[in-house]
């Protein structure tokens, strides 16, 4: 990849921390750089270790240690205090958030608030500014995904935004019984009545084919 990139396009690379064990982390980190990678992403977990918490920041400091490339901590960064704690034990200025993002979409600004840093302009988002997203969210499993995995995937980030939004509870509990996304579809319209983005983006229940 570095040696057939466009100039001036930088190339990262990502790792977890080994596969069934941590042994040859720092070795594995070496040979990116030395592969000429402008930065690494460690997700601070073996393969073995899977998604199970909790994520090792620890490890993180040691690689940071043995290379020269900027380092990105990743894993188990759910809120503000996570965040706060991986900058510290990783020794890291940059994080990647995962699945934290995808629970609470304002967690990246929520995080640049908590240490200082310049947000845009921008406010967190509260569940009436999220709503839209999910409107938009279905257009795209409607346009991209098999019908029978249609109303998972809505399940799915309305499973992760649960943990921190109690509106996101109320409606997976609505659709959390449903398989047919056309019984889905008034659901999700009804989610985003009042708001245009939502409501012009979705297709009509009529149209949207199960087969
Ligand atoms: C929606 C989603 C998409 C992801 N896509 C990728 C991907 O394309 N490549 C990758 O290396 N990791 C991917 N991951 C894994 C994350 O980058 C991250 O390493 C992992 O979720 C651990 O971080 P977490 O504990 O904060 O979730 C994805 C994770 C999520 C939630």
């Not at 993002?101 to 240490?115: C, H, K, S, T």
Request: charged share 25%; aromatic share 6%; hydrophobic share 40%.
């Amino acid at each position: 990849v570095r040696r057939h990139r466009l100039a001036h396009v930088p190339v990262s690379a990502k790792m977890r921390l080994g596969f069934h064990d941590d042994d040859l982390a720092e070795d594995c980190a070496r040979a990116v750089e030395a592969g000429g990678a402008d930065e690494l992403v460690v997700h601070a977990r073996t393969k073995a270790h899977g998604y199970k918490p909790p994520a090792y920041w620890e490890r993180i400091a040691d690689i940071k240690a043995a290379v020269r490339l900027p380092v990105v901590a990743n894993g188990e960064i759910w809120n503000v205090d996570d965040a706060r704690r991986c900058v510290a034990v990783s020794g890291c200025t940059d994080i990647m958030l995962g699945r934290g993002i995808v629970a609470d979409p304002g967690l990246a600004l929520a995080i640049l608030f908590d240490q200082g840093l310049p947000t845009g302009g921008s406010a967190e988002p509260d569940w009436s500014s999220l709503q839209p997203l999910l409107g938009y969210f279905w257009q795209l499993i409607l346009a991209n995904v098999e019908p029978r995995a249609r109303t998972g995937r809505m399940k799915q980030w309305l499973n992760y935004m649960r943990r921190r939004h109690p509106e996101a509870q109320e409606a997976y509990m609505q659709i959390r019984t449903l398989t047919d996304s056309r019984l889905v579809d008034p659901i999700v319209k009804s989610w985003c009545e009042g708001a245009p983005p939502c409501a012009t983006q979705t297709q009509s229940a009529s149209t949207i084919s199960e087969d």
